[in-house]
């Protein structure tokens, strides 16, 4: 068993401590806050609380700590805490800068301790089924991929809506569904993209924003948030060289349309507004097998697992540098993006 302490004792930081209390592969050892009234209100939960971060790394018997504080401060924190002898996770993104990243990354190697960032979507039911899918094959290639989150609430009332914490929402859910978006099309390199916010109940960071990325192969993904939607649109939609694959949101089952045969002998035109049309002929079971894919199985504590396992040698990094830091060169390119307002290429396909 791994001893974790937990930076940060907010919504996440709670999220952290709440699983390490269930695990089978961590100990808590406690956390430490800034504010003086989240360490009373984690004494009062019966979980230790530090006096000081220095007390955190001093401590010998801590393997590994969580860093759930506001994005900006993430560097800081993992860097002394990977010198004090800890392995560090950071809570997303793991830094702000690819150039931040590129520090943390060589303090890790430096010192031998494990960094990565908690990529918890990665076991999103929803994204692991268009994960399957796609590795499967069984409606073809992967042409074009759509991923959205919709809601109406805007951005949190917190650090989350100020630029100088790096908050706004590619920062919060991009991260997320990037990543997601990235390992369906593995082994594609993004070669263009364009990026461009909204700016509806926050006018400093973004409070949604519309990314599409273009890729070597031909094939597109569009990635959306939102945060002024009373409407949403589905979670996923996914085409595919024999097939159209749907998630309606992430609580439902995968409906999924796989073309069996091109032509029908005599499509029958469609009556419509305006007049006929075959074009737009909807498909019967001639042509078609339509079915449902049962949610996968999901555990977000593997993520753990993961992370111990590969502190003891036993596994690689599920979330890997690389991976990290290809992600943020991505945002970093949509801020370009949305700074001239035009489509960005990066210098080198990421």
């Known amino acids: 068993m791994k001893k974790l302490v937990v930076i940060g004792y ?21 956390v430490y806050d ?20 220095e007390s955190v790394l001093r401590d010998k018997t ?13 560097e800081e924190l993992a860097i002394r805490s990977m010198r004090a002898g800890k392995h560090v996770i950071c809570e997303k993104p793991v830094t702000l800068t690819s150039e931040s990243l590129r ?15 908690h990529q918890n979507r990665r076991w999103d039911v929803d994204y692991l089924a268009m994960q399957k899918i796609a590795d499967s094959g069984q409606i073809g290639k992967v042409l074009n991929i759509e991923s959205r989150i919709h809601g109406s609430r805007g951005i949190p009332s917190d650090w989350r809506g100020l630029r100088e914490y790096g908050g706004g929402m590619l920062y919060d859910w991009g991260i997320h569904l990037i ?15 364009f990026c461009d916010f909204d700016h509806i109940t926050n ?30 649109m589905p979670r996923f939609y996914m085409r595919c060289e024999h097939g159209s694959a749907l998630i309606p949101d992430w ?10 045969a091109w032509h029908e002998s005599d499509v029958l035109p ?20 339509t079915y449902e894919l049962d949610r996968p199985a999901s555990d977000v504590h593997d993520f753990y697992r993961n992370f111990c396992a590969a502190i003891d040698g036993k596994e690689e990094q599920c979330v890997t540098h690389e991976q990290m830091l290809r992600n943020l060169l991505l945002i970093e390119e949509a801020f370009r993006s949305v700074q001239f307002g035009q489509v960005v290429a990066p210098e080198v396909p990421l």
């Not at 801590?62 to 993430?74: M, Q, R």
């Not at 192969?217 to 409407?231: H, K, L, P, R």
């Open 10 to 30: 907010g919504g996440m930081g709670g999220w952290h401590v709440r699983a390490a209390q269930k695990s089978d592969v961590l100990t808590l050892g406690g």
């Open 179 to 193: 990543d997601q978006v990235l390992l369906v099309m593995r082994g594609k390199k993004v070669v263009k993209l």
């Open 270 to 289: 469609v009556q419509t507004a305006a007049g006929l049309t075959k074009t737009m002929a909807p498909r019967d079971e001639i042509t078609t097998d």
């Open 251 to 260: 609580t439902k089952k995968t409906q999924i349309v796989r073309c069996k």
């Open 34 to 53: 800034i504010k003086e009234e989240r360490n009373r209100a984690a004494n009062e939960a019966g979980v230790y609380a530090y006096d000081c971060f």
């Open 103 to 117: 520090r943390m990354i060589a303090v890790s190697k430096e010192t031998g301790k494990l960094l990565t960032v």
């Open 203 to 232: 006018k400093e960071v973004d409070d949604g924003f519309k990314l599409t990325m273009w890729f070597d192969d031909g094939a597109s993904a569009y990635v959306e948030v939102g945060t002024y939607n009373f409407i949403a």
């Open 62 to 74: 801590v393997d590994l700590v969580t860093v759930a504080v506001p994005n900006d401060a993430h």
